[in-house]
């Protein structure tokens, strides 16, 4: 069993908004929660709608802000500049 598949509620969450993200890249959701590309992958798979599920893939496919290896190096964000500031994973509000 993968550990993309032992992640809680609101972490399953939070990753599947991340991988909605055009701006967070794979590499950015493996530094937070620990899992790979595949592993999001599957877990988008049996998270989401089958139509929602081919649109996500559609549009990350390729996309080099996805793949930081892709991107620019000088683009190491993980998260819009709009979203609450997140730390080790815990949601802290905006000062």
């Not at 899992?35 to 649109?55: C, D, G, H, P």
Request: aromatic share 8%; glycine share 4%; charged share 35%.
């Amino acid at each position: 069993m993968s550990k993309a598949l032992n992640l809680d509620v609101r972490n399953t969450d939070r990753v599947i908004e991340m991988a909605w993200e055009d701006r967070t890249s794979f590499d950015a959701i493996k530094l937070q929660f620990g899992i790979n590309e595949q592993q999001v992958i599957e877990l988008m798979r049996r998270e989401l709608k089958l139509t929602s599920f081919k649109l996500w893939r559609t549009r990350v496919q390729g996309r080099s802000t996805k793949h930081q290896s892709l991107g620019e190096p000088s683009d190491l964000r993980f998260k819009c500049s709009m979203q609450k500031h997140i730390s080790f994973n815990k949601i802290s509000k905006r000062k």
